[in-house]
């Protein structure tokens, strides 16, 4: 099993319809970020959650709202989507105290709203 | 706004070609620089990363150096080969503070090695 999992793969959703991405992890870290990728402008942070108590939001927060409901689970909504939100998703995990020495991200959901 | 900026947007080179790909960041806080590859359906997966007291480093064909008055790293990629085509990202990130390990991507370069 990998350890940073996202589901789906790949959707395909409405303008207007609410979309949960889900991302589970097994490396035991407290750090999870959420990340959408577009060609051009790089990946860019959502949201993060350095413990399941803390949320934060990322640079382009507007649009989507996230779930920490475990050390494991961190999840990301899109309440009502909207065609520019068409993007790569990926979620992310590090360790709280070794944050500077890697990453683990998942292998990313395609998401297309039409 | 894009605190680290990477060029060029794509690259393609010969096999044995050393593409060069740079990032220049603008937060004097950063002072840790990893380099991202990612393959085609895959995450970005650490590649290697430098810390600002040292000018360059090497891991295998893979070398980072790194101008700090100049706010600019780049990464260089010894006889390249058609397994290194992928998308390339830089990132920074701060060591202390709020900010702590929460790393900014550049836009990423999408390199192709000819065979």
């Known amino acids: 099993d990998a350890d940073v999992t996202q589901t789906p793969r790949n959707r395909i959703t409405k303008t207007g319809k609410r979309i949960m991405l889900e991302c589970s992890q097994t490396k035991g870290h407290d750090r999870m970020y959420w990340y959408r990728q577009d060609p051009g402008l790089g990946l860019r942070l959502i949201y993060y959650s350095f413990d399941v108590k803390d949320i934060n939001k990322g640079e382009i927060s507007d649009g989507y709202s996230v779930s920490r409901q475990a050390q494991a689970k961190f999840s990301l909504s899109l309440e009502s989507a909207i065609p520019n939100q068409t993007a790569l998703y990926f979620c992310?995990?590090?360790?709280?105290?070794?944050?500077?020495?890697?990453?683990?991200f998942g292998s990313g959901t395609r998401l297309t709203v039409v | 706004q894009q605190q680290v900026k990477q060029s060029p947007q794509s690259l393609i080179v010969q096999k044995g070609g050393i593409p060069i790909i740079n990032c220049a960041y603008e937060?004097?806080?950063?002072?840790?620089f990893p380099w991202y590859q990612q393959f085609p359906g895959k995450g970005p997966a650490l590649l290697i990363a430098?810390?600002?007291?040292?000018s360059e480093k090497k891991e295998g064909r893979f070398t980072i150096s790194f101008n700090k008055s100049a706010k600019q790293f780049s990464l260089h990629i010894m006889d390249s080969q058609p397994g290194d085509s992928a998308t390339y990202f830089c990132?920074?990130?701060?060591?202390?503070?709020?900010?702590?390990?929460?790393?900014?991507f550049g836009q990423g370069t999408i390199l192709t090695v000819h065979p």
């Open positions: 992310a995990t590090s360790e709280g105290v070794w944050a500077n020495y890697g990453y683990t």
């Open positions: 430098i810390r600002p007291d040292v």
């Open positions: 937060n004097t806080a950063f002072d840790y």
């Open positions: 990132a920074a990130s701060p060591s202390g503070g709020t900010s702590y390990g929460k790393l900014t």
